[in-house]
């Protein structure tokens, strides 16, 4: 079966860098997102990894290795308004998106 | 202001009745989604749409219908609705001429059935 695997909850402290692991297995791969979502709203999308290695955007920066079915999403000089779950999700051979269960991260002052 | 709006935000409805969730786009997407997420699960699909007129069934289809009759549309139906359909639905659209296959989600609508 498809499978994605991610924390189910993180805490960090602010202003410090935090890592959230995500590992999949999945019937192809067509690419891997991270999504942010506040309690209460709907996702929003923060990345995108096809090909093998870092991509950075501002604070946040979105890892891949597809040998190892592996991404991490690396959050700097983290905020309170980053308090949030973060969604990973695969776009499989069908391009249809497998969702991780989400990892809660709680920022403390 | 262009994106998806979604409605009802939440309902609360006796099991049995009918209940359609809408959902109505202005971005010109293509793609168009229903997902259900509850606590401790990923978002799972319900049923999904590439293109007006087509439609096709997600991971968890049984219990619910779509109808995609233009661009811009795209209701959820529960024919009947049961206390397991108790969730927080999102519609979301995508570009999938664009390379990255975003989702854009709507706010969500909180169903519980009783």
């Known amino acids: 079966g498809q499978n994605i695997d991610q924390p189910t909850e993180m805490t960090a402290t602010e202003g410090a860098i935090v890592q959230i692991n995500c590992t999949y297995q999945?019937?192809?791969?067509?690419?891997l997102f991270w999504y942010q979502q506040h309690a209460g709203e709907a996702p929003t999308f923060l990345s995108y990894?096809?090909l093998d290695g870092l991509e950075e955007k501002g604070r946040f920066s979105s890892f891949l290795s597809r040998s190892k079915g592996y991404s991490y999403l690396l959050l700097k000089e983290l905020q309170m308004k980053d308090s949030a779950s973060y969604l990973c999700?695969?776009?499989?051979?069908?391009?249809?998106?497998?969702w991780g269960a989400g990892t809660k991260l709680i920022i403390k002052p | 202001i262009a994106g998806i709006t979604q409605a009802p935000t939440s309902q609360i409805l006796a099991a049995g009745r009918r209940m359609t969730l809408r959902c109505t786009q202005d971005?010109?997407?293509?793609?168009m989604y229903w997902y259900r997420q509850d606590l401790g699960l990923g978002l799972r699909l319900i049923h999904y749409s590439n293109t007006a007129g087509t439609t096709g069934k997600g991971e968890v289809p049984d219990g619910y219908s779509v109808s995609r009759a233009n661009t811009d549309d795209f209701p959820l139906t529960l024919a009947s609705a049961v206390p397991s359909q108790t969730s927080v639905y999102f519609c979301?659209?995508?570009?999938?001429?664009?390379?990255?296959?975003?989702?854009?989600f709507g706010e969500g609508s909180r169903l519980t059935v009783l």
């Open positions: 971005m010109r997407h293509n793609a």
């Open positions: 979301a659209s995508s570009d999938q001429v664009s390379n990255t296959g975003e989702l854009f």
């Open positions: 999700a695969v776009s499989d051979s069908n391009y249809q998106l497998i």
């Open positions: 990894n096809v």
């Open positions: 999945t019937s192809g791969f067509n690419g």
